[in-house]
C-alpha cells in the first residue's frame, strides 16, 4: 500500500509549483511552462485505493486530411515508448481529439521529484501538440519528435 495520499501529492506539488492548486472529486488541473515555450494544461486525477496518478493533456484535433498517416505515427511512437518518454498518445473517444496519458504512482513521483515529472510530461506534451498542429497528410509531414534515450520512467 502506498503512503500518500491524492490531496497530500497535490500539496507537494503546489509547494514546488509555488500555487494554489484546487482539488475537485479527485481531479485537479494545472498548467506548465514546457521548453518550448508552450504552456501545457495538464489533468491530473488521483486514484488513493492504487496509489497512483493519472495525467492527461490534451493536444488538439487531428487535421481532417491525413489522418490515418497522423494515427500511424502516433500508434508507432507509442512503441516501448520510445517516442513518449513513458507516456501513451491516444484519441479521447468522447471527442475524437489526440491526448497525452501517464500512469505513475506517487510515492514513486515524489521521491524522483514532483515538479520534474511533471516538466518532463510537460515538454513531452508540448512537442507532440506541435507535432499534430503542424501535420498535413500532404506528404510534407513532420518526421515524428525523436527523444534522446528512449523511454524515461519515473
Same mark, same amino acid.
Given at each position: 500500500?502506498?503512503?500518500?495520499?491524492?490531496?497530500? =501529492?497535490?500539496? @507537494?506539488?503546489?509547494?514546488?509549483?509555488?500555487?494554489?492548486?484546487?482539488?475537485?472529486?479527485?481531479?485537479?488541473?494545472?498548467?506548465?511552462?514546457?521548453?518550448?515555450?508552450?504552456?501545457?494544461?495538464?489533468?491530473?486525477? *488521483? =486514484?488513493?485505493?492504487?496509489?497512483?496518478?493519472?495525467? @492527461?493533456?490534451?493536444?488538439?484535433?487531428?487535421?481532417?486530411?491525413?489522418?490515418?498517416?497522423?494515427?500511424?505515427?502516433?500508434?508507432?511512437?507509442?512503441?516501448?515508448?520510445? *517516442?513518449?518518454? *513513458?507516456? @501513451?498518445?491516444?484519441?479521447?473517444?468522447?471527442?475524437?481529439?489526440?491526448?497525452?496519458?501517464? =500512469?505513475?504512482?506517487?510515492?514513486?513521483?515524489?521521491?524522483?521529484?514532483?515538479?520534474?515529472?511533471? @516538466?518532463?510530461?510537460?515538454?513531452?506534451?508540448?512537442?507532440?501538440?506541435? =507535432?499534430?498542429?503542424?501535420?498535413? *497528410?500532404?506528404?510534407?509531414?513532420?518526421?515524428?519528435?525523436?527523444?534522446?534515450?528512449?523511454?524515461?520512467?519515473?
Amino acid at each position: 500500500m502506498n503512503d500518500m495520499s491524492f490531496k497530500d =501529492f497535490i500539496g @507537494t506539488l503546489a509547494k514546488e509549483l509555488g500555487a494554489e492548486i484546487e482539488i475537485e472529486n479527485d481531479l485537479c488541473a494545472i498548467s506548465l511552462g514546457a521548453a518550448e515555450g508552450d504552456r501545457i494544461d495538464i489533468l491530473l486525477q *488521483g =486514484f488513493d485505493r492504487r496509489g497512483v496518478l493519472l495525467a @492527461t493533456a490534451d493536444l488538439g484535433e487531428a487535421p481532417p486530411e491525413g489522418r490515418e498517416a497522423l494515427y500511424k505515427t502516433l500508434l508507432e511512437a507509442n512503441d516501448l515508448f520510445a *517516442g513518449t518518454l *513513458g507516456a @501513451t498518445l491516444s484519441l479521447n473517444p468522447a471527442n475524437g481529439r489526440v491526448r497525452l496519458q501517464r =500512469f505513475d504512482d506517487m510515492d514513486a513521483l515524489r521521491a524522483a521529484g514532483v515538479r520534474a515529472a511533471f @516538466t518532463v510530461f510537460a515538454d513531452t506534451a508540448a512537442v507532440w501538440k506541435r =507535432f499534430v498542429a503542424d501535420f498535413r *497528410g500532404d506528404g510534407d509531414a513532420p518526421p515524428p519528435p525523436e527523444f534522446p534515450g528512449g523511454a524515461i520512467r519515473v
